[in-house]
């Protein structure tokens, strides 16, 4: 909780500054640091999805809904997808994230999803969209409980996301009539957009190689060890603890119940620095 608290004292105090301050020269350096404070609010939340926050499954609930519909982020629509990638990791077919596209579905694809999907910047703001409708080739809506993503055992879990979502919606609608739009999308809308692009930016480095390209399997030939593996880890230098330690990627795939503040010591590397890419040398196994 002392990494909640920290999180939203910077929130806070980041808008409190930029209001009183309320110079153009400030702004842009707001919203730098405040949609990167979003964006670890993410990471937060996220260990909550995975149970790894707490051992109390409710307050999981409590602070993963406190914190995603915070950053207009459906918590039980993203855990249980979320969940879904993690158990299929690498999987071309099953995957929830990034997933390269076969050559029949690709040629498939429309004019206006081939250029938001694959022409920049465009890809850096397709969260939002992905919550809404998925992938290309995938049904379903996050903030649909029927969606075919979903187990029936947990729509009401999805709805209450959904209303949570909601609130946070008709929240920001109400300070946009008492402080007015401008004002709102200032101090919210702009950091919003910035996270966005972090965790769009964070996420496709996470499971996408460079140098080293990233093996994806089908069938038989997949397995969670192997889809575990074929993520990246990678230095983010002083924003590494701003966010904290979403660099270490590969170790979180294969223990994702290890709680963030854990996750650099768990790092098979002597040094425990960050390498651009895999820290596991046993991949080449794979």
């Known amino acids: 909780m002392s990494y909640v608290f920290r999180d939203f004292i910077v929130i806070f105090g980041l808008a409190i500054a930029a209001i009183y301050l309320d110079r153009w020269v400030v702004w842009p350096l707001y919203w730098a640091a405040q949609g990167t404070m979003f964006w670890a609010l993410f990471v937060l939340g996220h260990d909550c999805g995975h149970g790894s926050f707490s051992d109390n499954p409710m307050l999981n609930s409590m602070v993963g809904h406190l914190l995603h519909s915070t950053i207009l982020v459906p918590y039980n629509g993203w855990r249980i997808s979320h969940r879904t990638h993690h158990q299929n990791q690498g999987h071309v077919e099953n995957d ?17 999803t081939r250029i938001l999907r694959f022409t920049l910047p465009f890809p850096m703001f397709a969260y939002p969209l992905y919550l809404w409708y998925r992938s290309p080739g995938k049904e379903g809506s996050h903030f649909n409980p029927y969606s075919d993503m979903f187990p029936i055992s947990e729509r009401n879990a999805v709805l209450t996301s959904t209303v949570c979502w909601s609130i946070m919606v008709a929240l920001l609608l109400v300070l946009s009539f008492v402080a007015g739009p401008v004002q709102v999308l200032k101090l919210y809308g702009v950091p919003y957009w910035v996270f966005i692009m972090w965790l769009d930016f964070v996420t496709y480095l996470q499971h996408h190689g460079y140098e080293q390209k990233l093996p994806w ?12 593996l074929t993520t990246v880890d990678r230095d983010y230098g002083w924003f590494n603890s701003i966010q904290h330690n979403t660099g270490t990627h590969v ?23 960050f390498p651009m890419e895999n820290t596991l040398d046993f991949k080449s196994l794979f």
């Open 96 to 112: 929830e994230s990034w997933v390269p596209f076969p050559e029949k579905l690709y040629r498939s694809l429309d004019t206006k």
């Open 217 to 228: 399997y089908r069938g038989k030939e997949w397995s969670y060890l192997r889809g575990g």
């Open 251 to 273: 170790i979180h795939h294969l223990f994702p119940q290890i709680p963030h503040y854990h996750l650099i010591e768990a790092v098979p590397t002597p040094s425990l620095k």
